[in-house]
């Protein structure tokens, strides 16, 4: 199984904590790069030889939101193809179709429970772990 280098956007520091936390208890050993808003994200993005194998993305953010972003990500050549997972507490419908309409790779609703959300993070590192990626 490779080891994945993840970026995460995501602006709550209790997530970014529970997905650190999730990492560790399954002991994986993926690299993760955290960035608090899209527009931290695209700083760390201007760094062509250290990109990320997939990010991971929360919709709901101050500055440029996850579909601006998405935008953002999409309309550049060299990042267009890091596949980006949604990983959010929005199950609303326009959003959903609205990310995949500009091209995720999926999107993925927090649960409440901790247990849950563990074992959400583990398939989907695993599933991402197990792909081809490519690095650009």
Same mark, same amino acid.
């Given at each position: 199984?490779?080891?994945?280098?993840?970026?995460?956007?995501?602006?709550?520091?209790?997530?970014?904590?529970?997905?650190?936390?999730?990492?560790?208890?399954?002991?994986?050993?993926?690299?993760?790069?955290?960035?608090? $808003? &899209?527009?931290?994200? *695209? /700083?760390? #993005?201007?760094?062509? !030889?250290? +990109?990320?194998? =997939?990010?991971?993305?929360? %919709?709901?953010?101050?500055?440029? $939101? &996850?579909?601006?972003? *998405? /935008?953002? #990500?999409?309309?550049? !050549?060299? +990042?267009?193809? =890091?596949?980006?997972?949604? %990983?959010?507490?929005?199950?609303?419908?326009?959003?959903?179709?609205?990310?995949?309409?500009?091209?995720?790779?999926?999107?993925?609703?927090?649960?409440?429970?901790?247990?849950?959300?563990?074992?959400?993070?583990?398939?989907?590192?695993?599933?991402?772990?197990?792909?081809?990626?490519?690095?650009?």
């Amino acid at each position: 199984m490779n080891t994945l280098n993840v970026l995460l956007i995501e602006d709550d520091m209790i997530e970014v904590m529970k997905l650190n936390r999730a990492k560790s208890s399954l002991q994986l050993n993926h690299k993760i790069t955290e960035a608090n $808003n &899209g527009e931290d994200a *695209l /700083k760390l #993005l201007e760094q062509k !030889d250290n +990109l990320p194998d =997939i990010i991971l993305l929360d %919709l709901n953010m101050p500055k440029i $939101n &996850g579909i601006e972003f *998405l /935008k953002i #990500l999409k309309a550049d !050549d060299r +990042l267009k193809y =890091i596949p980006t997972i949604i %990983l959010t507490t929005s199950n609303n419908q326009r959003d959903l179709l609205e990310c995949y309409k500009i091209g995720v790779a999926g999107y993925v609703l927090k649960p409440l429970k901790y247990e849950e959300y563990v074992s959400k993070i583990e398939k989907l590192l695993a599933y991402w772990s197990i792909n081809e990626l490519i690095t650009a």
